[in-house]
């Protein structure tokens, strides 16, 4: 079964910085764009960021431009997602997706992962 599976969640402190993976399966999704969404208690889900299938091109949430950078490593078949600066809002679930084009990358999520928790204490 094709899966996505994040890590590096985790608890930290306001200024801190984490990086998230998300690891697919085998050669699942190497042609697919790749992006991050993050659901904070009480709140909808929110697209967060994207990567093109060929990793030319990336999409940014405002609220995380210039603190954020979304990657991914072919060989690996895992997406990256640096988060800097953290803030206390940045706390939320953050969930791995794939999609077949970055271009209305919230419209089209084929696969999501399960989710890992990043807390950010002030």
């Known amino acids: 079964q094709v899966q996505l599976v994040e890590s590096g969640g985790g608890l930290v402190q306001a200024g801190d910085s984490l990086r998230l993976s998300c690891a697919a399966s085998g050669r699942a999704f190497v042609s697919y764009a790749r992006g991050w969404f993050r659901q904070a208690p009480g709140k909808e889900r929110e697209f967060v960021a994207a990567?093109?299938?060929?990793?030319?091109?990336?999409l940014y949430a405002d609220s995380v431009k210039g603190r954020f950078t979304i990657s991914r490593d072919f060989a690996k078949n895992t997406v990256y997602l640096q988060m800097n600066s953290l803030k206390p809002e940045d706390t939320a679930v953050y969930y791995c997706?794939?999609?077949?084009?970055?271009?209305?990358?919230?419209?089209?999520?084929?696969?999501w992962g399960q989710g890992t928790q990043v807390t950010v204490s002030s």
């Open positions: 990567i093109s299938w060929s990793g030319s091109s990336t």
């Open positions: 997706a794939a999609g077949p084009e970055i271009v209305g990358f919230s419209d089209y999520v084929k696969s």
